[in-house]
């Protein structure tokens, strides 16, 4: 019998356990920050945009730290340009060398050419009489009471190899000799000859050469020998498009000369084995994105971009939040005056053009060649000096609907001071409004400073960020034929912001009452 009862006994059905109508276990207490999370996760935009905004941190701050290269780090590769060489100028017109000593200015000079070509052997010029001495169509001398003023001629001496500049006297006496067809002349005691081919020789040397060929080289590095000269001339006069030329140590060359009717001068240019910049590499596997204009990893740049464009969003949106905090708080909690003064104080910023101003500074730092970091600072300074106004009235608007609850009532009864009131009562219930504000204003940051740095105005090299970056597009040809220098940074711009927007709406949303659970 008592062991049917024990059997009965605990094979019977439990009773549920009957909670009180005050016990916290009848009903699931969510907490504020618990309930905002569940309500942000099932917005699935949201959850995009935040995994958007996780994937472009890590892209940014850890790419940079695991790419191979540096953010301004160049590559160099070799190729075949068509290099300028030398320029040749035939020299058609009357040059005139002034002697040493003497001040023969332009308009003397012209008076003596108009007095030349109308055959006349004097002319005069504030009241001083000038002779001219024509040896032929080509050559005078112009005379000042028997003192040589200086001379004007279509040929030009230039020096041999090796030698130095040629003194007036000498350059005189040989064109002088040339002229007359003599062979020999002397200058301070120092016997001198001419050759027909016009070759200027003192004690069996060859100190130049009268010709109306006039070789430049093209820089310092580049000897231009006597025979290279009379080679090139001959080419020239023969019109030949190329030339090959042999030096004494037997190296031949190519060279391809082009005329420029416009100019009238001749650029002789030879293809040569350069060093250059890596330029529009196409994506391969060490530059898996090509290189940009100044031979820079398109990546790593891209990499470096992003962490300047989110630095510069976030800390302008910091400082543009605390001053709104701070100036909306004020003028919220004491109205009066001090709302007066604060709210005139934004008015006038709301007046202020600020993508003006902002461009108007960028050219100043241009001008004064500020340094990219130094700019980068001003940029930041600006932007968030001239944001904070819109902050300022949000955090004002819910200081005034909180202040008059009673909860500030029993504050400010309890002997509260103000700024405890401010801080630890008012502010922390505006800061859900907050995070949603901050979090759209940081994409209309970045893509404040994509469009300043795609002026031109913003980041400077050697630092990339995205609008930098897309600054190659204006070029017509690179937009065209090089999608992979700005797509990339675009489609980052694009998606960063679409990123916050979506993340702004998702918190927007959940912390709104009237959200279901």
């Not at 009471?145 to 279509?154: L, P």
């Not at 009238?264 to 250059?276: F, L, R």
């Not at 890596?278 to 962490?307: E, I, K, V, W």
């Amino acid at each position: 019998m008592s062991e049917n009862t024990g059997k009965n006994a605990n094979n019977a059905p439990k009773q549920e356990e009957q909670y009180s109508l005050n016990d916290d276990r009848r009903v699931k207490v969510l907490s504020p920050g618990t309930l905002v999370a569940k309500r942000f996760f099932r917005n699935r935009l949201a959850v995009i945009g935040l995994s958007i905004l996780v994937a472009m941190f890590l892209f940014s701050f850890l790419g940079g730290v695991i790419s191979p290269y540096g953010q301004d780090e160049q590559f160099y590769t070799y190729t075949q340009m068509s290099k300028e060489y030398v320029g040749v100028t035939r020299n058609e017109a009357m040059r005139f060398v002034v002697a040493d000593g003497q001040s023969f200015g332009s308009i003397p000079q012209s008076k003596a050419l108009e007095a030349n070509k109308k055959g006349n052997t004097e002319f005069t010029y504030k009241d001083v009489d000038y002779t001219i001495e024509a040896l032929s169509d080509d050559f005078y001398i112009v005379y000042q009471d028997g003192t040589v003023q200086g001379y004007a001629s279509r040929d030009i001496i230039n020096a041999a190899d090796g030698v130095g500049e040629l003194t007036f006297d000498v350059k005189l006496g040989a064109l002088t000799a040339h002229a007359k067809g003599e062979a020999d002349f002397t200058v301070d005691g120092t016997e001198y000859s001419v050759d027909d081919s016009g070759n200027l020789m003192q004690g069996g040397e060859t100190l130049g050469y009268i010709s109306r060929f006039v070789v430049q080289a093209a820089d310092s590095s580049i000897v231009v020998t006597r025979d290279f000269k009379d080679r090139l001339e001959e080419a020239i006069n023969a019109d030949s498009a190329q030339f090959v030329y042999t030096d004494e140590a037997g190296e031949t060359a190519e060279y391809d000369i082009v005329f420029d009717a416009s100019t009238k001068v001749w650029s002789v240019k030879q293809m040569k084995d350069t060093y250059v910049y890596d330029r529009y590499a196409t994506p391969s596997a060490a530059h898996p994105l090509g290189t940009d204009t100044n031979g820079m990893d398109m990546l790593t740049r891209l990499m470096y971009g992003g962490r300047v464009s989110l630095i510069i969003g976030f800390i302008v949106v910091v400082m543009e939040t605390s001053l709104g905090v701070l100036m909306g708080g004020l003028s919220g909690y004491f109205g009066g005056w001090v709302d007066n003064l604060i709210m005139r104080i934004v008015d006038v910023f709301y007046c202020i053009p600020s993508m003006p101003i902002i461009i108007i500074v960028g050219s100043a730092m241009d001008a004064m060649r500020i340094d990219s970091w130094t700019r980068m600072i001003y940029l930041m300074l600006i932007l968030g000096f001239l944001g904070w106004p819109s902050i300022a009235r949000l955090v004002r608007g819910q200081i005034l609907s909180l202040r008059e609850q009673e909860f500030m009532l029993a504050a400010e009864a309890g002997g509260i001071r103000a700024w405890h009131r401010i801080f630890r009562h008012l502010i922390p219930n505006v800061i859900p409004q907050l995070i949603v504000i901050c979090t759209m204003s940081l994409g209309s940051t970045i893509l404040t400073e994509a469009t300043l740095s795609f002026l031109g105005l913003g980041v400077k090299y050697p630092f990339a960020s995205w609008g930098n970056i897309i600054n190659d597009v204006n070029n017509a040809y690179v937009m065209t034929n090089y999608l992979f220098i700005w797509i990339p940074a675009g489609v980052c711009l694009l998606l960063t912001v679409l990123g916050f927007n979506f993340v702004g709406d998702g918190l927007r949303d959940a912390f709104d009452p009237k959200m279901k659970r």
